[in-house]
């Protein structure tokens, strides 16, 4: 499982986000992302809306990697 705060890559076949996880207060299974935020890039990154299916992972980070908050 997740802890808080560690980096997760999400992503689809358009694109990946990486930012840090929250856990808990969603059902099992679901992802949520902060699509309304200011300077949210969540929505043009990965192609994705609601209840589209997308992949989770510890990222992989690296000098060049793109955090989103």
């Known amino acids: 499982g997740l ?3 560690e980096l997760v890559s999400v992503s689809t076949a358009t694109g ?3 930012l840090p996880a929250v856990v808990g207060g969603v059902a099992g299974g679901t ?4 699509e309304c935020s200011a ?3 969540v929505r043009q990154s990965l192609g994705a809306g609601h209840g589209d299916p997308v992949s989770l992972s ?3 980070t ?3 990697s793109e955090v989103v908050r």
């Open 58 to 60: 510890l990222a992989v």
């Open 31 to 34: 992802v949520w992302l902060p």
């Open 62 to 64: 690296s000098s060049h």
């Open 39 to 41: 300077g949210s890039t």
């Open 16 to 18: 990946e986000i990486t």
């Open 3 to 5: 802890a808080g705060g």
